[in-house]
């Protein structure tokens, strides 16, 4: 908590004038935006579906079945990207006129990942589907599932297959056997924008769906209205945040639209249903309400049970039957949670952790599959670096597994990574997959530690200084005080979307301590702090150790922070959201002292806690943040 972080002031990339207010421009400015309709967000801006790779080969498959009256079979994913991909598959083909649409969503620990070859077989032998399918549809995978698409040819009674799936592709080129595979991260792809979510690209399937079939007045044929895609906003929406992809311009198109409907209280009975379990308003949604409230719990139904029941919460139809779904899927997100919690206490304790390699690698005992990928990410805010979590896993072919989900930092791509550890022992690998900043491995056992020099050596080769010593770009590295208002955290808000790559607004300043509490068990902190003749509030989730309680924040310090609305009983105040305090530190190397009486120390029970910070809505994210 202690730990001292060099502070870096964003350089703008245009000096163009994109908004007249000036904290506004200089954010834009930073972010790239070099011109005002650079942030028209209308949905009419949205990237047409034409220049994707197969899009009309998977239209034209997809128009033939639905003609036949064909049973429909979608193959998700066990994440909310997953969730939201097959939703989207599901409703949006009955509302093109499909008669009969199953999904199915592989076992994390029996299939593995994607359309693989045991999945296959289950399906074949009608071990996890009722009945048999005459075209198949990936969501959100497939793209490197060659056997598992060699193993569809192979049915008892003739499937077709197309894929739709946003991971990247093999290096070579090559695609797996289908009728049809729509990728904007094919290399043959053209699509402008290769940050497109796994939701997203399925969206863009029905969007080219429902174009061809209103030019060849199928509609008409089938006796039915022209659909009305908005209504598959929310979910894709919530996609495409939980996904972490970059929040490039046609994303932020995307998110836009959804929010703007959710706020007026249009959206699917089972994202209103998560909303209200998550202590979320309708009217105050921003994108991180998708990433902390919602996401979070679709993802905790895939993590430690079954992800249909995150699919079938956001397929429900009434509300009724959504709000028993989000209960259940609130209560697995609390289990997680608590294994989560256990795990990472033994990951920072595993021998295997070690801050000083540039590449962290942890074997843990039992750990559980499903949540290895937040440890590593937990891991990974606190080292600075990249890290992979495994877990012992099912034997393959008698030898022993372990099963890794990896985290990294800007600078290292996780996938070109392990493709150069492959290129050195490819024996060590049974297979891997993923992004830049995340991916999925499975190993021999017995090359665990062969992996773990190699991973640590090839990090070595691309990560910077600057990310090992934790180096955090901010807005204003020196925040004037009258940007410090609650008029100023409208703005950023009504401003949005922020994400990944276009992120939220952060900025510094030095600031004068009034006062400090511990919440929740000291385990959050609660500060009243003065700049100038401004106080304000702040809260810093997650960040006191035994160090900070032995030796408290007192008198001045630097902060690093978002600024956000604290929304409680009806009142509205500025919040700031606090990533990282340190202590002031003058010559003689004793903190600077300020003429304030500081209250920290101070044990209070979260009661207490509750009624000062005056936060309710503070109070929710600290017990629903992911």
Known sequence: MTQNRKVTEKTPSTNNQVRPDPMLNRIYQNRGVKLPEDLDYGLAKILSPWTMKDIDKAVDKIIEHIHKGSNILIVGDYDCDGATSTTIAVDGLYMCGAKQVDFVVPDRAEHGYGLSESLVDDIDNLKIVDRRANLMITVDNGIVNFDGAERVAKMKEPCELVITDHHLASEDGAIPLSAACVNPNRIDCKFPSKNIAGCGVMFYVIMA????????????????????????LDVLTLGTIADVVTLDYNNRVIVTAGLKRMNNGIM??????????AGRKTGELVASDMGFAVGPRINAAGRIS????GIRCLLAKTYDEAILIARELDFLNKQRKEIEQEMTAEANVNPDYDPTKYGITILGNGWHEGVVGIVSSRIKEKANRPVICFTQSEPHKGRAVAKGSARSVKGVHLKHLLKEIEAIRSDIFIKFGGHAMAAGLSIYEEFYEDFSILFNEGVKRHITQDILDGLLEVDFKNMPEEFLSLQKAYALEANGPWGQNFEEPVFAGEFDIVSTKPLSENKHLKVE???GRTRVEGIWFNCIDDSYLSNPF????????????????????????????EQVVVESGEAQPVNIKSLTGRKRNMEDSCLSIGAGDIINKVLNNQ
Not at 268 to 277: E, F, K, S, T, Y
Not at 555 to 572: A, L, Q, Y
């Open 209 to 232: 769906l429902r174009s061809k079939m209103e030019q060849q007045g199928d509609f008409e044929k089938l006796g039915i209205v022209k659909p009305d895609l908005r209504l598959l």
């Open 268 to 277: 699917r009975p089972g994202m209103q249903a998560i909303l209200d379990v």
């Open 306 to 309: 079954d992800m249909s029941v």
């Open 529 to 531: 702090l003065q700049k």
């Open 554 to 581: 007192t008198g001045r310090v630097n902060v690093i922070f978002t600024m956000s609305i604290n929304r409680f009983m009806g009142k509205e105040t500025l919040q700031l959201m606090i990533r990282h305090m």
